[in-house]
């Protein structure tokens, strides 16, 4: 049975790989956040809350769970307050990642990162992996330091980029740009 470890489990990717995951009887799932679960479901995987921006917390977690496969769907994604807490975002961004690496390279783990095309300036995509980044934001410049980190970590690793990713998860603890449009649309004010 293949262990799999996703970071960033309250988040909407983070619920969404958890209910996947769970349909398949050859993973055992765990999924990690900051705080309580407020993913609905609370079968066929176990919740541990992490930190991952404390690297001993994911030494510990990683000690126990001892990952087959690690998703880290964790990030700071909201590009102003990148831009006003840019600590805060460089130690979720970058920081962590690199505690999540060394971690993966200790215990053999596969390291699946998402990031995003944030990494790029949007003038001549679409792009491909060979594209040259230039990111514009202080988020696409967090996400861009933390995909050097994976692609020079000795573990196994992949690096999925989203374009844009939205929904509806359990316990919602912000909106998402559907929802703002169409509260926008139903209040009479311009989607600007």
Known sequence: MK????????????????????????????A???GKNRTLVKKRYEYIPLDIT????????????????????AAMT??????DDKEGCWKLNVEAVQYLVSACEKYNSHLIHVSTDFI????SGPYTEESEPNPLSYYG??????EEIVK???????????????????NMSRSNIVLWAKGALESGKPLT
């Open 152 to 170: 020079k970590s000795l573990c196994k690793w992949s690096i999925a980029r989203t374009v844009l990713v939205y929904g509806v998860v359990d």
């Open 32 to 34: 990690t956040s900051r």
């Open 3 to 30: 262990k799999v470890l996703i970071t960033g489990s309250n988040g909407l990717l983070g619920q969404k790989l958890i209910y996947q995951l769970i349909g398949y009887p050859d993973y055992q799932v765990f």
């Open 141 to 146: 410049e967090s996400k861009l330091a933390a």
């Open 54 to 73: 404390d690297e001993q917390e994911v030494q510990e977690t990683f000690e126990y769970v001892q990952p087959d496969v690690v998703i880290n769907a």
């Open 78 to 83: 909201n590009v102003d307050a990148c831009e």
């Open 120 to 123: 790029f300036d949007g003038k």
